[in-house]
C-alpha cells in the first residue's frame, strides 16, 4: 500500500482547501490512475483512514470511493477493501508517453489565398468605419424589412397550421420549386417544370453537388483564365485537372476550345456568361452559338453560373445558355441571394430530371432538408410579386452608385486605369497601369481600413494580374467616395516610397 502520509499530495490535493469536495478527491484518484501514480490492483486506504488523511468527512470519502467503483476506476471487494481496478492495467499510460493531443493524420488540401484572408483582415471585420469592396454583394440596408417580416410571419403561421414547421417538408420544397418554374419560365426563358430544379443552400453547395455527381478523378474541366475560386477549388478537390481558355472584351474565347477538346477529353466547362466573373464582360451572342455547338460536338457539359442575372442596366439581359430549345448539354445555377442578401440562403439547379434524382439522393444524405418556413416566403414573395418590385426598385439605386463609382475612380486615377462599363452586375472590373502594382495597392490599403482583392486571387494557377473587381452595391455613396480616396490615397503612398 502507498504509504499512507502521502496520499494528499498523491491526489494532489495540498493546494486544495482544507475539507476537499468529494468531486475533487475523484478528480485525484483519475488523475493519479490514468497518469501511472497509482498502478492497478493498489489497494487504497479505507474510507475512515482516508478522511482523516485528507481531513474531511468519512461521508465525503465514501461518495468519492463509490463514484470512482460506478465508472470502473475503483473496485470494492467484500472483506478485503477498495482496489485500483485491474482492468485498467491495458489502458493506462505514464504521464511520459501520454500523447499531448489526438492529431489524425489528415489529407493534404492546400487552401487557395482566396479563402486565406489573413488576420490583418479578419481584424478589420470587426472594425468601425472600416471598409470593404467585396466581390459585389447586395446592400442588406436596402432590404423591404417591413415587408419581409410580415411574409415571414404569414409563412409561419401558416407552418403551425398545417404541422409543417420542422426541418423541411417535401410540401415546402415543392411549393418554392413551382415558384422558381415559373419565375424561370417567363424572366430567363427556361422551359423547366418543377421536377428539374433541385434545391439548395448556396451557389458553392449547388456546384459542388453537380461537380461530385458528374467527376470522377483525373476528368478535364474546362474554366475561364480569371474564374470565381470556390468553382476550381471546388473541382480540384473532387480530383479534376484544369485547363484554361482566355478572355478578352467580348468574354471567354470560344475560338480555343475546339482545340482544347481535340488535345483533352473534356468533361465539363464552368462558365459565368451574363457577367463573367470577375471581369463583368457579357458573352456575346456568337460565341453563345459556338459554346453550345462545341459543347453538343464533343459532348462535354456546361456548368452555367447566373449569379446575378436580375442586375442588367443596359438593354434587356441575355437570355442564359440554358434558355436554348436546342440545347442538350447545360445545367444552370442560379440564385436568391444577390436579390436578398447572403442571409436568404437558397441557390437551385435546374438540369434534366435524371441528374435531378441524383442530385436530391445526395443532397437528402448530406445536407438534409431545407428551411420549411424560409422556403414559404421566398415562394410567396416570388407569386406575389413583391420580389420582382423590390428587384425594379434597388437595381435604380445599384445603377447609381456604378456611376459613383466609376466617377471617382476617373477622377482618382484618370489615365492610370482602364476599366470597361459592364453592362450589369455589382462589379467593376479595374485595370491599372504598370506603375501601380495591385498587390501592394492591396496591402497598403489595408493600413487605410480598406480591404480589396487583388486580381492574381482569380486566378487558378495563381498568374499575376494588375486589376481589382470592386463591388460598389454593398456600399452606399458616400462610402464608396470614401473607400475610393483611400485606395487612391495607398497608390500615392506607395509613388512616394518608390522615388
Known amino acids: 500500500m502507498v504509504q499512507l502520509r502521502k496520499w494528499r499530495p498523491l491526489l494532489k490535493l495540498d493546494g486544495a482547501q482544507p475539507q476537499a469536495s468529494y468531486r475533487k478527491i475523484v478528480e485525484g484518484l483519475v488523475s493519479a490512475i490514468a497518469e501511472g501514480r497509482l498502478r492497478p490492483g493498489t489497494l487504497l486506504p479505507g474510507t475512515r483512514e482516508m478522511a482523516q488523511l485528507l481531513d474531511v468527512n468519512r461521508k465525503t470519502v465514501i461518495l468519492a470511493y463509490e463514484e470512482a467503483v460506478t465508472k470502473g476506476w475503483l473496485v470494492s471487494i467484500q472483506r478485503r477493501g477498495t482496489f485500483v481496478s485491474t482492468q485498467l492495467a491495458t489502458g493506462a ?244 441571394s444577390k436579390s436578398l442578401g447572403s442571409t436568404f440562403r437558397c441557390s437551385y439547379i435546374v438540369a434534366p430530371s435524371n441528374l435531378i434524382e441524383v442530385l436530391e439522393r445526395t443532397a437528402a444524405v448530406s445536407l438534409g432538408q431545407g428551411d420549411a418556413v424560409m422556403q414559404r416566403m421566398l415562394a410567396d414573395l416570388i407569386n406575389d410579386g413583391e420580389l420582382k418590385k423590390h428587384l425594379r426598385r434597388v437595381s435604380k439605386e445599384y445603377r447609381r452608385r456604378r456611376e459613383t463609382l466609376l466617377s471617382c475612380l476617373l477622377e482618382a486615377f484618370g489615365e492610370q486605369i482602364a476599366v470597361q462599363e459592364p453592362e450589369g452586375g455589382l462589379a467593376l472590373w479595374v485595370r491599372f497601369c504598370d506603375s501601380i502594382d495591385v498587390n501592394q495597392l492591396a496591402e497598403k490599403a489595408l493600413e487605410l481600413d480598406l480591404v480589396v482583392r487583388s486580381g492574381r486571387l482569380f486566378s487558378p494557377f495563381d498568374h499575376p494580374e494588375n486589376a481589382l473587381r470592386l463591388g460598389f452595391a454593398s456600399l452606399n455613396p458616400e462610402e464608396i467616395r470614401a473607400a475610393t480616396q483611400r485606395l487612391a490615397q495607398a497608390a500615392r503612398a506607395i509613388g512616394e516610397a518608390a522615388k
Open 93 to 336: 499510460v505514464t504521464a511520459a508517453s501520454a500523447p499531448k493531443s489526438f492529431a489524425p493524420a489528415l489529407r493534404d488540401v492546400p487552401a487557395a489565398a482566396y479563402f486565406t484572408p489573413g488576420e490583418q483582415v479578419t481584424k478589420l471585420q470587426h472594425r468601425p468605419g472600416a471598409l470593404f469592396f467585396d466581390n459585389g454583394a447586395c446592400d442588406h440596408r436596402l432590404l423591404p424589412q417591413a415587408v419581409l417580416h410580415r411574409y415571414y410571419r404569414n409563412a409561419l403561421r401558416n407552418s403551425f397550421t398545417t404541422n409543417t414547421v420542422r426541418h423541411g417538408t417535401e410540401g415546402s420544397g415543392q411549393y418554392l420549386r413551382n415558384a422558381l418554374a415559373e419565375m424561370l419560365r417567363h424572366n430567363r426563358g427556361l422551359n423547366v417544370d418543377a421536377q428539374q430544379i433541385c434545391l439548395t443552400q448556396g451557389v458553392q453547395m449547388s456546384l459542388y453537388l453537380t461537380a461530385s455527381a458528374l467527376l470522377k478523378p483525373g476528368d478535364v474541366v474546362v474554366v475561364e483564365r480569371l474564374s470565381y475560386p470556390p468553382a476550381w477549388e471546388i473541382f480540384r478537390q473532387l480530383g479534376a485537372q484544369l485547363v484554361t481558355v482566355d478572355l478578352d472584351d467580348e468574354g471567354c474565347r470560344v475560338d480555343q476550345l475546339d482545340e482544347l477538346c481535340r488535345r483533352h477529353n473534356v468533361r465539363m466547362m464552368y462558365v459565368t456568361p451574363h457577367h463573367q466573373f470577375p471581369t463583368t464582360v457579357s458573352l456575346r451572342a456568337g460565341r453563345r452559338q459556338q459554346l453550345l455547338e462545341l459543347a453538343r460536338l464533343h459532348d462535354f457539359c456546361i456548368i452555367e453560373e447566373d449569379y446575378d442575372h436580375e442586375y442588367h442596366f443596359a438593354g434587356r439581359p441575355y437570355l442564359p445558355l440554358a434558355s436554348d430549345s436546342a440545347q442538350r448539354h447545360v445545367i444552370y445555377i442560379g440564385s436568391l
